[in-house]
């Protein structure tokens, strides 16, 4: 009939993250996952693969915007707060 629903537990997605194999949505936004060329969504029992193309198109867009936004924070830091070189300290 239909397909299945593909899982993962948390300590596989939290594996994936810590080895950088998966990326969350943005700095932010952790309820989403970028793994293994698809989207998966925080569930109290583990991580769930979305398969609605739509939404998954939605979190690629979105994504590229987080992204550009992270960076810009994190310039804005770096530039408030620079990392002094360790033979200057």
Known sequence: MGEGIEMLDHATMGRAILDGAASHLSQTITKFVRYQHAWWGKAPFGWV?????????????????????????????????????????
Do not use: M
Not at 61 to 89: C, G, I, T
């Open 49 to 89: 693969k979305l398969t609605d193309h739509q939404a998954c198109a939605g979190l690629d867009a979105f994504a590229a915007k987080l992204a550009a936004a992270d960076a810009a924070v994190r310039a804005s830091a770096e530039r408030a707060h620079p990392v002094q070189p360790a033979s200057e300290a």
